[in-house]
């Protein structure tokens, strides 16, 4: 690889970053939030009912995803906002008829883990939100030294 080719890819990576990072640090209003919290669970409910309708494989699958992208782009409310609503429409779509997941030991430990797992996906979200606020913060400084 040339070093032409070398430094067009990492000018192309630095600009992806520097778009990103300005993504994820964005702010936006109350209900531009609450838009984009109803598209991260309208989307994954979506290709859940595609890829499988029925109530085979883990409910919870496709929601992940988009868990972690609510907290990277809107924060950790609206993260937790998005995990409630997922769990409900989950439950709602994929597990009626089902005994509820309290209601037995494996219920309880699936439904554990999700929370565990929703938790972890937030916290770190908001830990990489909260990196890239610091490193804007401190460009910001050196662009004025």
Avoid: N
Wanted: proline letters at 4%; hydrophobic letters at 50%.
């Amino acid at each position: 690889m040339s070093a032409k080719t070398e430094g067009s890819v990492a000018g192309t990576a630095s600009r992806w970053a520097r778009r990103t990072g300005q993504a994820v640090l964005a702010r936006h209003s109350f209900a531009g939030s609450l838009g984009w919290t109803a598209v991260a669970v309208t989307l994954p409910t979506l290709l859940r009912l595609g890829l499988d309708p029925s109530r085979s494989g883990t409910p919870f699958v496709t929601y992940y995803p988009a868990i972690m992208l609510a907290g990277l782009f809107l924060g950790w409310r609206y993260s937790l906002l998005t995990t409630v609503l997922c769990a409900t429409i989950a439950r709602l779509l994929f597990l009626e008829g089902l005994p509820s997941l309290a209601s037995t030991p494996q219920g309880g430990a699936v439904f554990g883990l999700f929370v565990f797992s929703c938790a972890f996906l937030v916290s770190i979200a908001e830990w990489l939100r909260r990196v890239l606020a610091e490193l804007d913060a401190a460009s910001a400084r050196e662009a004025l030294l």
